[in-house]
């Protein structure tokens, strides 16, 4: 069975400085996506970003980013110029990729991301 | 297009009850998913379901845990005679089909609280 693991329970940043939220996962499969969502206090799931593990180029988004070390089975999320609104829990993700592969997520435990003004 | 929508936000109930969670996905959805979060803890698969069918129950509990999503109106989860340990956010997700490139969209979660 899959995992993953977040080995920070709690992280925290200077308003505008950079922080990485680290992810490993523990996976057979060669085929299967990592996603990193984040849960404000309003307890909505927010999807940040998605990577699909056959691609080699980490995905970005506007702020974030990701390190993606396959070999490593290793999913960063680096958060640039950080604000007060990015104050939250962050989850890490992993799906099984592939027809007949299960559409289910498997999260991390998650870090709670403090943003210090 | 509203989003996946979970109701009650807030459920209490007492040991013994029955706890009825509901989530009526987004619109042309078809596909709806249930994960359970304890205190502290990540998100739980529990069950994935398509209209009529339940496709994967892996993560439900053996006894008084059941899901449905009927041809017409919203997935039901329900928890006969609860317990303390049952109290936890519990959060239904949909999706459009079945290709894994498909995003899946969260509600906001039903807490359930177990006197």
């Known amino acids: 069975a899959q995992t993953v693991t977040q080995s920070q329970p709690e992280m925290s940043v200077q308003e505008a400085e950079t922080v990485t939220l680290s992810c490993t996962y523990d996976?057979?499969?060669?085929?299967?996506?990592l996603f990193w969502y984040k849960q404000p206090p309003s307890r909505q799931m927010i999807l940040v970003i998605r990577q699909e593990a056959y691609k080699q180029q980490n995905a970005t988004e506007n702020r974030f980013s990701v390190n993606f070390q396959k070999a490593a089975k290793s999913f960063s999320l680096k958060i640039s110029d950080s604000q007060l609104g990015d104050a939250a829990m962050y989850f890490c993700a992993y799906r099984s990729g592939g027809r007949g592969g299960s559409e289910k997520l498997v999260f991390g435990k998650g870090t709670k991301l403090t943003v210090n003004p | 297009n509203a989003g996946v929508m979970q109701n009650p936000r807030h459920l209490v109930r007492r040991r013994g009850q029955e706890a009825r969670l509901r989530c009526s996905p987004m619109?042309?959805?078809?596909?709806v998913y249930w994960y359970r979060q304890l205190p502290e803890e990540g998100l739980k698969f529990m069950v994935y379901?398509?209209?009529?069918?339940?496709?994967?129950e892996s993560g439900m509990p053996k006894e008084r845990f059941s899901a449905e999503f009927p041809k017409e109106g919203p997935s039901i989860l329900r928890i006969q005679q609860v317990v303390r340990g049952d109290s936890a956010a519990y959060f239904c997700?949909?999706?459009?089909?079945?290709?894994?490139?498909?995003?899946?969209?969260f509600g906001s979660g039903t807490q359930l609280s177990v006197l």
């Open positions: 996976t057979s499969e060669s085929d299967y996506y």
């Open positions: 997700a949909s999706s459009p089909a079945v290709a894994t490139n498909e995003k899946l969209f």
């Open positions: 379901l398509q209209k009529e069918n339940i496709i994967d």
């Open positions: 619109k042309g959805h078809s596909h």
